[in-house]
């Protein structure tokens, strides 16, 4: 693997969430695979698991990590190709990219949409300048439109705690007062759609991913009749793709309840953190003994590391 | 050792403090010790000294050491159960807690009083949630109501530097401009009560601490008076606890001066640092031979490496 | 070398390069001598290049590394002697650097001009006092006037590239939107004076750098006649010496371009970067193939390693 910044990336996403198994069960038997290798990890935007995880990862790998916080640092990157920069943009993206690259092997980078702009969102437009300049793999720490690590995390709980062989796996938009990004349903789609599972999408109508990822994938607008004998109900807020970044609908009637969960084949809560308690999911449901959600953060760390080993081996 | 809160966790405080002059003497005897372990250093609060020598403690153990400033990211926890999270809380402490428990061996963290509230402060309630909720060892780097590691660096630096058996000890308060916590008082009694000295308060009226902490050690109103005959002066403001939270004087004449200093018996002084000069000390004091400030800055290196080694020992 | 703060702190430099030179073709060569040694990183400035740099120049040296953000953290530090600090300043250069000074073998502290007051400025005033009260070797991260770990990268590369025995380096001055420091040109003019090559400055009016670092170096009022012949371009910009801190001129002529280096002798383009694209220098020029200033990116690390080798061996 020459880069991670979706399944596109992965020739056998099967083969690497069984990667993901084996160093969960043996963190350390690669420690001496990242000696004298240096992990960047770039944030354009916050993070709390995805940077703890990907350390730990990378530290389990004997990796050496340094994390540069551009959005705190104040460091204002330029990425209009022939611009004139006499304004605020300190550094333009080719030089930045480029000069990141002589101290790192590997660069992990978050950026975020602006939810302004779906075209230039939906080009990756930042973490593609990023890329295109930088001579080292980059991996994605969260893209625009992409959370694959999440996905790939997500699979590996999946995998984990199904009881049967093809469970069922409803994603369930659930209300959330602030605009979201899309990358975590699209992505959790786009991993989904290859594993062994039957995938139902369900959201209120507006709420509609954009065709690239569901395409072939059962959309019930219907959240009760989605519900029905799911193995796993993986809520998740999100803003509209069609009228782009709007919140349309905060009806508390799409938060996930115990009520809910009874119409399920006593499947599995999941989310991938943080969570909104009592908008997204009730209380009971997250305190309940079906909930994977802090199964899932843990797997954030083995899906780094899988991902990580990858990189240094190719 | 199964969490290091206060002395409360330690049943041989003399113990401790001789395994801390163990570890001064020799850092690196137990370098492998945190072999592929990992210290979590979570800040609600900045830091300097506790920082650095935490994270200078845990590598001189072998940890590798991840640092989490969720102040300064912004990322706001909620603490009240059954919350519905619609306003500014992005994660309630009980994922939190959960999920760095996931990345970490032990977790080290430092909050702040609110000084309005105090009830909530003395139950510690954001250390206490953080605690609850956490499955992993959690040392405290300074909570609302006491500092335990600068304690046990404070204690180590009096057996250090004791030149008879039981010497006397004198807590004084000073002024400062800004109200500050009682965490450092309260910590320095609770500690030193059970250290072979002889320890007297003294402050202004209206500055009396919790009963809590003070019971059985004597307060002597009047600064000169409590000086006399003193081997040690440890100063340090502190905001009213009976008043909560208020500066009641600033008064000029209790801070430490070398007229002060001559009425001890060529004591030493001492303070947490960072200190105020020429409103806590005069400069010829902190800058005089008798100024064990820095010095209980570096017993703060192995207050806390004997205590993260009896976590990783447990 | 018990310090690093300017080439005066360098008995050879000549030999430092090679030494440069010899850690790049086998950066791992000296990897055990940072063992159970910490290089603690102060920045009271931003920074991309010299944060990433020197943490990678480290843990080449197998150091382990502790960066503190003081800028960020909003340490207010008080350096004048003798203050009553009743205001905002919460702890005194005096107590700040010794205390580091326990935690770290080495330090690395980057510094920044007021560019109000010339007079504290170049007698490095911060820097200074720091170095002062600190009880470890200090390595100047760039300070208020001089920035020597880049001006060992830049003749480190000019040594790489150079075409002929005795090269002609240019530094020009060019246009910028906000008033810059002198430190990267003084430093610069200093390091290359004591390099074999033939060092010519260009500037307009009123930007002469001061007297101290320049004398014996010609300076040319005609950039387009300074760059004829010229091996070297090294761009920067930098505010007035003489009219302290001010902006005297924009003017967009002194841009680096095509045109411009075709007078010089197929010469290369030389930056520290972050650079302003199309203020500074022209895209064709930054991005064509005798650009060099990824390749002194690069550099930092080896330029570091240098430094941390001999201050960890003295």
Known sequence: ??????????????????????????????????????????????????????QRAAQNLGMDVMVLNMDKDGWQLEFEDGAIM???????????????????????????PSLQNREEDYI?????????????????????????????ADWLTIEEH??????????????????????????????LK???????ITHPEGYELSNEFTVGVPVEYDQNKALVGADFVYAKNWSSYNDYGKILSTDSSWMITEKKMALTNQGAFMHCLPVRRNVIVADQVLDGPNSLVIQQAENRTYAAQAVLKRLLEK
């Not at 001496?32 to 990890?41: I, N």
């Not at 930042?126 to 439109?145: D, N, R, W």
Request: glycine share 4%; with cysteine.
């Open 124 to 152: 990756e437009k930042i973490l593609g300048s990023f890329v295109k300049y930088a001579t080292v793999p980059v991996l994605s720490l969260e893209s625009a439109t992409l959370h694959p690590l999440q996905s790939l």
């Open 1 to 54: 693997m020459k880069q991670f910044l979706s399944i596109n990336d992965v020739p056998d996403p099967s083969g690497l969430v069984q990667e993901a198994l084996a160093l969960k069960a043996d963190p350390f038997a690669f420690s001496h695979l990242g000696k004298h290798k240096t992990l960047g990890l770039v944030f354009l935007n916050p993070s709390l698991r995805t940077r703890m995880s990907t």
């Open 86 to 112: 006499n304004g605020s943009s300190q550094e333009h993206i080719k030089e930045a990219a480029a000069v990141i690259s002589q101290y790192c092997d590997v660069i992990g980078i978050r950026t975020f």
């Open 162 to 191: 199904k009881k049967r062989e093809v469970p069922k796996v409803v994603l369930s938009w659930a209300p959330h007062p602030r605009a979201l990004p899309q990358a975590v349903p699209n992505s959790f789609v786009q991993w």
């Open 194 to 200: 290859a594993a062994p599972v039957e995938l139902v």
